[in-house]
């Protein structure tokens, strides 16, 4: 991505075309798979689980493989900001947790709420700490064979 106006203009399409596409995936899942009410909205967390796994993951591999310029920004961009960010949802979770602690199911949203948070941020490290030994095994591969595949 080059500096100044086309280049944020450039980088807020990617962003915004790879939003539409997790926001797409999102959709069809939640709409195949609705949350019953009064039950876990299991489909947004696993969504939101999953997505966090992802993230952590791919940032992590885009920063052990170089500068956020080039190819890196604009994976960064489109499949992280975009697609990830679309595809993971605050606002869903945020809605389906205030319908269960209004709808009389107290310990199942205040459950969901400090569950989808913590696990959240766990399924993040593991994505991390995924792609750190990825890369490390990746990058002893390289070594072995003299740098060839």
């Not at 915004?16 to 489909?43: I, M, N, Q, S, Y």
């Not at 990830?84 to 709808?103: N, P």
């Not at 199911?105 to 991390?128: D, F, K, P, Q």
Request: charged share 15%; hydrophobic share 50%.
């Amino acid at each position: 991505m080059t500096r100044g106006r086309n280049g944020l203009l450039a980088s807020a399409g990617l962003v915004a075309v790879g939003g539409c596409l997790g926001v797409l995936a999102r959709a069809l899942l939640e709409g195949r798979f609705p949350a019953a009410p009064g039950a876990w909205p299991w489909t947004t967390f696993a969504i939101n689980l999953a997505g966090s796994l992802l993230l952590g993951a791919g940032l992590e591999l885009l920063l052990r493989t170089g500068p956020d310029t080039g190819w890196r920004r604009t994976a960064r961009l489109g499949a992280g900001t975009g697609v990830m960010g679309g595809f993971t949802t605050y606002s869903s979770f945020a809605v389906e947790t205030v319908r269960l602690l209004e709808g009389g199911h107290a310990g199942l949203g205040a459950a969901y709420a400090l569950g989808s948070v913590a696990l959240g941020i766990l399924a993040a490290m593991a994505g991390i700490r995924a792609a750190a030994v990825l890369h490390g095994r990746l990058a002893r591969r390289r070594v072995a064979t003299g740098g060839h595949r």
